[in-house]
């Protein structure tokens, strides 16, 4: 076994680097927030938001206009330090990450008309875990009173705004570096990837360092959808309503790219770890497949799935056409090499917060 002497900040960095080991642990997911890959967010504020008729923005914008909906790093700093993590009686102590996958309603926006937000917080509401939905319901509560309160329930830009959401600015800014409750036992922080990964801006695009951490992102993606952790669970929404107006891609969650993607790599964890949200229409077989079956899938075409937006016949189909197919067949060959076969090393943190010895057992991580 070798061992090396490394601070919380270094064991994490290594963390982040490992093959299997960050596939198993929640720590990966909330480091990757603190070095600014993700931005995770918290549950109740995003409950709040959707009840106050608001919907999504980007990465860049949400931050900017509504920094109180996410973390900052004190807070998730105390997520990660919080609780005995070697108590065998009562190990569950603690926050719950939901990792949302979802059907993009269009290329230019994935959510342009609510639903999918709306259905995601009823769901959580209705299906997190019992002690979530507190916190939940409590956010839905406090922006539907705000909602009556200063719009009379009614949505829209009035004079001198810059957009709908202009009037709620003042609701969502961080007054303090932290604002968790004391006990964050079940508190619900929440991933969604166009909120928490650095998107394309229109005329901005992503600066290079954006860009930068959004291919790390993207890397690291498989370690939230695929994390073995109690303490994540994969939030799957089916709901496509193709009737409502905005929605232009109608594409069901089962012939998609990057959906396929998120549930097969979502398949290793335990069932009881996974909340469906709207039915599971088609036939996704939520099972692992091989690299090369998930590749021949991705580049499978059939007479009968031609249409004026599909003329190749894809049966599996991405918002930007063929450029994400490689990507994602690539990003699912790293995943099973990663958990399945070079996940041969142990690491083991020992110590206090902030410092302590880091043991590497076995083969490459």
């Not at 982040?16 to 080991?21: D, G, I, K, V």
């Not at 603190?34 to 608001?54: H, N, Q, R």
């Not at 065998?88 to 603690?94: A, D, F, G, S, Y």
């Not at 917080?121 to 009173?145: I, Y």
Request: glycine share 8%.
């Amino acid at each position: 076994m070798e061992v090396m002497e490394a601070g919380f900040g270094c064991a994490m960095d290594v963390l982040l680097e490992t093959s299997r080991a960050k596939h198993h642990t929640e720590l990966t997911v909330y480091w990757a927030h603190v070095v600014g890959i993700f931005a995770l967010m918290k549950g109740p504020e995003v409950a709040k938001y959707v009840a106050m008729g608001a919907t999504v923005k980007p990465r860049q914008e949400m931050e900017r206009r509504f920094p109180g909906l996410y973390l900052s790093v004190e807070e998730v700093l105390q997520l990660m330090t919080e609780g005995d993590r070697r108590d065998r009686i009562e190990p569950l102590k603690r926050a719950r990450i939901y990792a949302l996958s979802y059907s993009w309603h269009s290329a230019e926006h994935p959510d342009p008309t609510g639903s999918t937000a709306k259905t995601v917080m009823k769901g959580l509401e209705e299906k997190g875990r019992l002690d979530s939905r507190s916190f939940v319901r409590a956010g839905r509560e406090e922006g539907e009173r705000l909602f009556s309160k200063e719009r009379g329930g009614k949505r829209g830009k009035r004079e001198g705004e810059e957009d709908e959401e202009f009037w709620m600015e003042k609701d969502f800014q961080r007054t303090s570096n932290n604002t968790l409750p004391k006990n964050t036992e079940s508190f619900p922080v929440y991933f969604q990837d166009f909120t928490s990964l650095h998107q394309w801006l229109p005329v901005k695009g992503r600066t290079p360092e954006e860009d930068a951490l959004f291919k790390q992102g993207l890397g690291l993606l498989s370690c939230n959808y695929g994390n073995t952790s109690e303490k994540v669970y994969f939030l799957r929404c089916t709901d496509v309503p193709a009737e409502l107006e905005g929605v232009t891609n109608k594409t069901p969650y089962h012939k998609r790219g990057w959906t396929n993607f998120e549930s097969r790599v979502a398949a290793v964890k335990d069932k009881s770890y996974t909340i469906h949200l709207a039915p599971l229409i088609g036939a996704l077989e939520l099972i692992p497949l091989t690299p090369p079956a998930l590749e021949r899938l991705m580049e499978e075409k059939r007479p009968e799935e031609r249409s004026d937006d599909n003329r190749e016949g894809f049966v599996v189909r991405f918002t930007n056409g063929k450029e994400d197919r490689p990507l994602v067949a690539n990003l699912y060959r790293a995943f099973v090499l990663d958990t399945q076969v070079r996940g041969q090393k142990t690491i083991l943190m020992i110590g206090g917060d902030a410092g302590g010895v880091l043991c590497v057992d076995g083969g490459a991580a």
